[in-house]
Nanobody
Framework: QVQLVESGGGLVQAGGSLRLSCAAS????????MGWFRQAPGKEREFVAA????????AYADSVKGRFTISRDNAKNTVYLQMNSLKPEDTAVYYC???????????WGQGTQVTVSS
């Protein structure tokens, strides 16, 4: 089992940027594809981005393409989400998880709150 701790959220104005981090511990982090998800108030949790564990494959939700960048550092057991040109509709709690394609397969952490003001 992989334990996950998300950080880096905060309050930012529309058009601003944030970088989220997800620190993993437990079973071999580098063996898993990793993804970011988000859940806005009153909505279901949705896929944001995913990166494979070694071959560089990356996927993004259409709503964040061109604005968000996912990356990982296997030596640090950490996956990142660089978020640029933020919009109020990006406001949500952001979570990371191990993934199979774009579906989460592990336990959820506590997430990190991102709030974008207009």
């Amino acid at each position: 089992q992989v334990q996950l701790v998300e950080s880096g959220g905060g309050l930012v104005q529309a058009g601003g940027s944030l970088r989220l981090s997800c620190a993993a511990s437990g079973r071999t982090f580098s063996s898993y594809a990793m993804g970011w998800f988000r859940q806005a108030p009153g909505k279901e949790r949705e896929f944001v981005a995913a990166t494979s564990w070694s071959d560089g494959r990356i996927a993004y939700a259409d709503s964040v393409k061109g604005r968000f960048t996912i990356s990982r550092d296997n030596a640090k057991n950490t996956v990142y989400l660089q978020m640029n040109s933020l919009k109020p509709e990006d406001t949500a709690v952001y979570y990371c998880n191990a993934v199979l394609h774009t579906s989460p397969i592990g336990s959820w952490g506590q997430g990190t709150q991102v709030t974008v003001s207009s």
